[in-house]
């Protein structure tokens, strides 16, 4: 068993039978929808899942889980993701996938985040492997990127095939590297008070626990 | 002359040879960018104008300004918009037109923003007379309307011919009734860190002086 599979295992023991269940984006949070289609047909579960991007909304339809929209089912029961960064008070960087709105607002929704993680994932601080992603609008992109660049990282268009990558929500993502970020939740609020910034992957006090698998086992954080 | 025009042609007076202009969206931005027009053609002037709409954009070139892109000239010299409500610290309530992030990230980027208003627009406190617009991403806007609620406010989602209103963006616009917004500042952030908000229309220390017409003249706000 993988890394990965290890602890997307370990999370998906807390999905119970009639729960409202986020389903997370990126490749940890893939193999835990797989597991949570496994579990809803060995155990004969009803589950209702809510997707946090295209993706996720198709694999959860394809391994079985009954897909609903966030605003029929507002109050989602347990959400399981990943993350691209874990610090050691749980706060986060997301969105290496895409899909940090819409992981966003699921998790805002959620009584119970779960993130899912190989231990490459954990930081001392945030900032020290990953960017951190925000998106953008299109309309003059590069100037949200000079205000961005004003806080004192190095901010990338991220691009696919030569073309501006676009999300979900047909916006653009800049990729911000940061040497770290100090105070995290002040970080969240200023970048999102910078007009034309929709969202950023800086996701503070949202996280209720983490699995964090090694070669070693799995390593619960809470 | 109306009182509309009266407040433009007051901030027109502003308007210099060889500067980057911010052409506003709305009906009294509208007349400012006709007679901007008008001074162009008049003395000769070379200005460039930086459009905060699709409409504003395709008025400017229909009057004669040279259009540009914000990308292309980051430091605009001088905007003039409109505004829904105006307090007495210049405090706005702008977005019923549609265009308040556009605006906001044009705002942002001039050195001198210039409010045309009739007195119509002035209020005692933000909320008085006019809903707030708030930008949100169509993914899950009915979770976002919920939350903004617990604000305090009454969202309603704009509607055209029986169809949801859609910015410039893609977006949706939640236009929220507040009894009174106290702490236009602290409001501003708190609705910018809501998951699905892309902007709000509050302009809290953006502009640097309204000109309000009323039937006794134009009266000058710093």
Chains 1, 2 share one sequence.
Do not use: W
């Amino acid at each position: 068993m993988d890394l990965k599979e290890l602890a997307a295992a370990e999370a998906v023991k807390y999905v119970e039978d009639g729960m409202v269940v986020g389903l997370g984006s990126g490749s940890t949070a893939s193999i835990a929808i797989r597991l949570i289609g496994d579990k809803v047909k060995g155990e004969g579960l009803e589950i209702l899942g809510v997707p946090t991007s295209t993706a996720s909304d198709l694999l959860g339809r394809a391994v079985g889980i009954k897909v609903v929209d966030l605003d029929d089912h507002p109050t989602v029961d347990l959400t399981i993701d990943g993350a691209d960064e874990v610090d050691p008070k749980l706060n986060l960087i997301k969105g290496l996938g895409g899909a940090l709105v819409r992981e966003k607002i699921v998790a805002a929704a959620s009584s119970v985040v779960i993130i899912v993680a190989d231990d490459s994932k954990l930081v001392d601080y945030l900032g020290q492997k990953a960017p951190l992603p925000v998106e953008v609008v299109r309309f003059s992109h590069k100037t949200t990127t000079r205000r961005l660049s004003a806080l004192g990282c190095r901010p990338v268009l991220r691009m696919v095939d030569n073309a501006p990558f676009t999300t979900d929500n047909g916006n653009y993502i800049l990729d911000c590297r940061f040497a770290r970020i100090d105070g995290p939740a002040a970080m969240e609020s200023t970048i999102n008070n910078i007009p034309g910034v929709v969202d950023n992957g800086l996701f503070v006090g949202r996280a209720n626990k983490a699995m964090i698998a090694s070669k070693n086992g799995v390593r619960i954080m809470e």
